[in-house]
């Protein structure tokens, strides 16, 4: 069967749905198609969906700010009926401890920005956060080396942002979505596969599914996670991609939190580069813990998004949960592992690239790098302005749109996440960002 359509998404994850309903909202017909039989079940599903803000670069603070606002108000953003199941953001504070960031350029960038920090001393954290031990360890070093058990003689500081916090239901984020752009008329097609992407005097005109549909379109965008570089490669795009995405196995694991971390019933999201884990409160008193990618552990590169192993070993289970015993001495730990493996779309300078490419209406938001959930109110507005640049005539590579943010007013220059772009040599180089 062919089907004539404005717009094709590939993928209806976090962001492949907040595309989709950006571009509903101008009046484009969209279709969005997704392999898999359920909207946001990618590696959305597996996110740890911490709210945050301290990127390595003005736009990076600027985005997750401003779509701060967008979890704030999120039945608004998305005209929801009131009797909508939505997914919920909880305002715990995020403490940033040192050897995460570089904190002079993060908090002088907050500043910039206006989102509100505080400086801890150990003292501080020691009285905001009871269970937490603020002792210093790093660098991180790998559990099997003795060092790891080595006492410590001094203790870390760090700088809390009122305003950080996790999304409970990163999937149900996605459905939310996908449910907003279907009342603006978005067409989804679940269990359906991209198979070709199809080409006509020099630009896009739609997409092939593996059953043998085709689905027509001008304008089609590639927000498929993990596999963005399969289906950049199927349209014989990544010629001048001066960046490039694959994908990285991750895992989360889960435990139950000791009584003293935190106050109240959620605690804070933790970040901690100098054991090299974060970690934040999950419902029925659970505490979810994942990696910094530090320099003393292995990077599990995956060759094949569809071959992957989807459960925890006890290798980085010990990893990352006998760090975040160091942290959290009263913490109880299991022998065995609980949580998940999943896959990051990673960029060479883990920002990701939200941009148009040589292939005329062919557009990527793709290189996400563990880090774009809580950009998921923003993205799609970013590229439904430069889609609507591009195909107005305006040349982005070479006069790139600036996008002015909802609730915030800054100019975030949509450059920033060029195809094109030399690696950004400030990035923190891991998921930070
Ligand atoms: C373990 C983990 C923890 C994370 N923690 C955080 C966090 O705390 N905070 C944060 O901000 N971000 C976090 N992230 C990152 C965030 O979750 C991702 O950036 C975001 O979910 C990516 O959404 P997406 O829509 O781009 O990709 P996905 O959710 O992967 O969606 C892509 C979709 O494309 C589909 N697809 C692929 N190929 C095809 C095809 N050929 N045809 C049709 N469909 C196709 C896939 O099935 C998939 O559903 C984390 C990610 C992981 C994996």
């Known amino acids: 069967m062919r089907t004539a359509r404005d717009v094709v998404v590939i993928g209806a994850g976090v962001i492949g749905a907040s595309v989709a309903y950006e571009l509903s909202k101008l009046g484009r017909q969209v279709t969005t198609v997704e392999k898999l039989t359920d909207v946001g079940a990618g590696s959305t599903s597996a996110s740890s969906a911490v709210i945050r803000f301290h990127y390595s ?50 908090c002088a960038l ?9 400086a801890w001393d150990a003292k501080t954290i020691q009285r905001r956060i009871p269970g937490l031990n603020p002792a210093k360890h790093g660098p991180p070093v790998a559990v099997n080396d003795p060092a790891f058990w080595v006492g410590s003689d001094s203790d870390l500081t760090g ?35 991209v198979v070709e992407i199809l080409q006509s005097g020099g630009r896009v005109s739609g997409v092939r599914l593996a059953g043998g549909d085709t689905v027509m379109a001008p304008v089609v965008i590639n927000v498929t996670g993990p596999y963005s570089a399969k289906i950049n490669a199927l349209a014989g795009v990544l010629g001048d991609f001066g960046v490039r995405t694959r994908p990285l196995r991750q895992e989360v694991h889960s435990l139950t939190a000791p009584k003293d971390y935190g106050v109240g019933p959620l605690g804070p999201v933790i970040m901690d580069g100098d054991l090299g884990t974060y970690f934040r409160s999950h419902f029925q008193k659970q505490i979810i813990v994942g990696g910094t990618e530090p320099e003393c552990d292995p990077m599990d590169w995956v060759e094949d998004p569809n071959t992957y192993n989807i459960n925890p070993t006890q290798r980085v ?7 975040l015993a160091r942290r959290i001495p009263s913490l109880p730990v299991p022998r065995r592992p609980r949580g998940v493996g999943a896959l990051y779309d990673v960029a060479d300078d883990w920002i990701p690239i939200y941009d148009k490419t040589s292939l005329r209406g062919f557009y990527v938001a793709i290189g996400t790098s563990g880090n774009q959930f809580k950009n998921a109110p923003v993205v799609g507005y970013f590229m439904a302005a430069l889609i609507s640049a591009c195909e107005a005539g305006h040349d982005h590579d070479a006069d790139p749109v600036v996008a002015t943010g909802r609730h915030t007013t800054h100019s975030i220059g949509l450059g920033h996440y060029s195809r094109l772009r030399q690696i950004h040599s400030e990035s923190n180089f891991n998921v930070m960002g």
């Open 57 to 106: 670069t003005f736009e990076g603070v600027a985005a997750s700010w401003e779509a701060k606002f967008g979890w704030e108000r999120w039945g608004d953003y998305l005209e929801a009926p009131s009797n909508e199941l939505l997914a919920r953001f909880h305002k715990t504070g995020c403490l940033i401890l040192d050897g995460s960031t570089d904190r002079e350029r993060t």
């Open 110 to 118: 907050f500043d910039r920005v206006g989102v509100p920090w505080e």
């Open 159 to 193: 700088y809390f942002t009122p305003d950080g916090g996790f999304v409970d239901d990163p999937q149900l984020a996605a459905r939310n979505l996908i449910a907003a752009a279907k009342r603006r008329g978005c067409d989804v097609r679940l269990g359906e596969e």
């Open 317 to 323: 289970w010990e990893a990352q949960v006998y760090r």
